[in-house]
């Protein structure tokens, strides 16, 4: 299986709309690959948290057109990392998206743990309350975004529905660098998963932010690493090293504390 992570550079001089375009055509340019991951907020930035409300569309607004019609066109699965929902109620998420290879929207996971300690998106955004699975042919992807890399338990929740692929896109910042790297490996070894982690490069709202996409094998072994800056990380892996994994060491079995939570 071949997945391309997109390591989209959020520098504030671009518009939304120019930003779109430019990522729409680079989705297309993926054509070889299965799989294609954008990063969290790549459309307003992460960290942007005034241009939310303005920037907020619904799951059919534009940003899910024109990824439809870039995954369509490509030929790809793609989760088009997250945009700033507006839903009908008129509350706002932090909502992942997944497109199959048709176009159609296959997946919308709204984002569980918010980050900000009491400000920024914990405020400004409504939390999810389910975790979402997608079966490819390949594999069955689990997804979480960003500050959710740090609570455990909801991968464990991942792994329990089947996930095998862990997908999270994330706007992180720099200065906390370290601790995606060390997260991304740990989410792959104490779930015996790969993980697919693919971030916001450039800077927004006056935050540096950290890149450093990656692919993690089951073992925690980085496959492959991007750099700071924006740039498209392209692995071919096995998704059967999952089961080759959990069966010559079944660590999962040994679980004794578990994970109840709604799951679609």
């Not at 916001?200 to 450093?212: N, P, R």
């Amino acid at each position: 299986m071949r997945a391309s992570l997109l390591q989209v550079d959020v520098n504030e001089g671009e518009s939304v709309e120019s930003r779109r375009r430019r990522v729409a055509a680079a989705v297309r340019d993926q054509a070889a690959a299965d799989l294609v991951v954008l990063p969290e907020l790549w459309t307003t930035g992460a960290f942007a948290y005034e241009e939310f409300g303005s920037e907020a569309e619904p799951l059919e607004g534009p940003t899910s057109e024109a990824m439809a019609e870039a995954a369509s066109d490509a030929g790809v699965w793609l989760h088009a990392g997250s945009i700033p929902e507006r839903a009908p109620d008129g509350t706002l998420y932090n909502t992942s998206l997944v497109f199959s290879p048709s176009g159609d929207l296959a997946a919308a996971y709204r984002k569980i743990h918010r980050f900000g300690f009491d400000q920024g998106e914990a405020v400004l955004m409504g939390a999810g309350d389910t975790l979402v699975t997608v079966r490819l042919p390949e594999t069955v992807l689990g997804l979480a975004t960003c500050y959710d890399l740090r609570f455990p338990e909801l991968f464990r929740g991942l792994v329990d529905a089947g996930a095998e692929t862990l997908v999270v896109p994330a706007g992180w910042p720099e200065r906390r660098r370290s601790h995606w790297t060390l997260l991304a490996r740990a989410r792959a070894v104490e779930n015996q998963a790969f993980v697919l982690a693919c971030a916001t490069a450039g800077s927004h709202a006056g935050i540096a932010q950290a890149g450093h996409s990656a692919v993690v094998d089951p073992w925690g072994e980085v496959l492959a690493e991007a750099g700071p800056g924006e740039e498209v990380l392209t692995v071919d892996f096995d998704p059967a090293t999952v089961a080759g994994t959990r069966e010559r060491f079944p660590a999962l079995k040994d679980r004794v504390l578990g994970l109840d939570r709604p799951r679609r």
